[in-house]
C-alpha cells in the first residue's frame, strides 16, 4: 500500500510541474543542460520582444529617432534567427513589416 502511494505522488509530482529526475547520469546531465537552454532562450525571446515594442513605441513617441530602435530590433531578430529561436523567415517578416511601418509613419510626417 504505501508503494502504491509513493507511485501515485511520483506520478503527481511529474504532472503538477515538479522535477522528476531520471535515472540514467546522462539524461540527467541532458534534462540540466535543457533547464538552462530553456532559461537562456526564454530571456533571450523576450530581450526580443522588448526590442521590438521599443520600436513600436519609439514609432508613435518619436519618429525621427526611431531609426536607431529599428536598427536595434532588425539586429535581435537576426541573432534570434541566426541562433535557431524563431525561424528566419519569421525574422525577415517582421523586419519588413517594422520597414513598412517606419516608411509609412516618416512618408505622412513629411
Do not use: C
Not at 48 to 68: G, M
Amino acid at each position: 500500500m504505501i508503494e502504491y502511494h509513493l507511485r501515485i505522488k511520483r506520478t503527481m509530482e511529474r504532472f503538477e510541474g515538479g522535477d522528476y529526475m531520471p535515472n540514467i547520469k546522462s539524461s540527467i546531465k541532458r534534462a540540466q543542460l535543457n533547464k538552462l537552454q530553456n532559461a537562456r532562450n526564454v530571456a533571450v525571446k523576450s530581450a526580443l520582444k522588448t526590442s521590438v515594442r521599443r520600436f513600436e513605441e519609439a514609432l508613435v513617441n518619436d519618429p525621427e529617432n526611431a531609426v536607431e530602435a529599428l536598427k536595434k530590433a532588425s539586429r535581435a531578430l537576426d541573432k534570434a534567427a541566426s541562433k535557431g529561436l524563431i525561424h528566419k523567415n519569421k525574422a525577415a517578416r517582421k523586419k519588413s513589416r517594422m520597414a513598412k511601418k517606419y516608411a509609412q509613419t516618416i512618408n505622412q510626417a513629411s
